[in-house]
């Protein structure tokens, strides 16, 4: 059994008045991929962003390769070694394919300010647009640029938002192939967010399933059936 690296426990999230995130409890285990589905709004990348520290949770327990995880800031968290890729890639237009990469080492000792070689093996096609702006990338590339942005900061858990969205078929299946390479590798937890049944069903190791922010049905890949996950997706 993999270890687990992230254990969450009772999670809360507000946004002013408004409860997001109702006691949610999840664990995700080095060499696995944990799969959070459900329709839109119910909290998902709520979830992702309390991880992350994007956005701080209200209450619950948040344990992070065996420490205690308080009130702490998204950089803070980075350089623990937690890497999110929002939806929507968030890629910054006027800088180049290599100064978005290299924007990664701002949570990394300058010893480590350097793009492995390993980046370009995931994602052959950024070698070739280093020079090339990040927004006359296609939707796919940025989407490959953002991923390979967060793998940059050498992290032990990556938090993927919705990596399918507006991307065509064939940057899709290349990027399910990184994302179970990662898996293979043995060294990082992943959490992926996806509302792409097929893409997250092949890929994934454990489920959470959310409803109106709370757990609707979770589990490993073994012990819940693909008709009983999809039917826990659908409206």
Do not use: W
């Not at 991880?51 to 702490?72: A, C, F, N, W």
């Not at 939806?87 to 010893?111: H, K, M, S, W, Y």
């Not at 980046?119 to 280093?130: A, S, V």
């Amino acid at each position: 059994m993999a270890a687990d690296l992230l254990h969450l426990e009772n999670l809360t999230l507000h946004y002013g008045g408004s409860q997001i995130l109702n006691g949610v409890d999840m664990t995700a285990a080095v060499g696995e991929v944990t799969c959070v589905m459900g329709t839109n709004g119910v909290g998902k990348t709520s979830l992702l962003k309390a991880i992350s520290g994007t956005h701080p949770r209200s209450g619950g327990s948040y344990t992070l390769d065996g420490e205690d995880i308080g009130k702490t800031s998204a950089h803070a968290l980075a350089q623990k070694g937690v890497a999110y890729v929002p939806q929507g890639r968030e890629i910054f237009p006027f800088l180049t394919v290599r100064e978005n990469l290299e924007t990664g080492f701002a949570c990394l000792p300058r010893d480590q300010h350097h793009l492995p070689d390993e980046i370009f093996d995931l994602f052959p096609i950024l070698k070739d647009f280093l020079s090339r702006r990040g927004g006359d990338l296609s939707g796919g590339q940025q989407q490959q640029l953002a991923i390979a942005r967060a793998l940059i900061t050498r992290p032990k858990l990556l938090l993927l938002d919705e990596p399918t969205e507006g991307i065509q078929p064939n940057i899709i299946k290349q990027i399910g192939e990184v994302i179970g390479q990662l898996r293979t590798r043995g060294d990082m937890a992943i959490v992926l967010v996806e509302q792409f049944f097929d893409f997250a069903f092949d890929l994934g190791d454990r489920f959470l399933v959310l409803e109106r922010g709370a757990e609707k049905l979770s589990g490993r890949a073994g012990d819940i059936e693909r008709d009983r996950l999809h039917a826990a997706v659908s409206v």
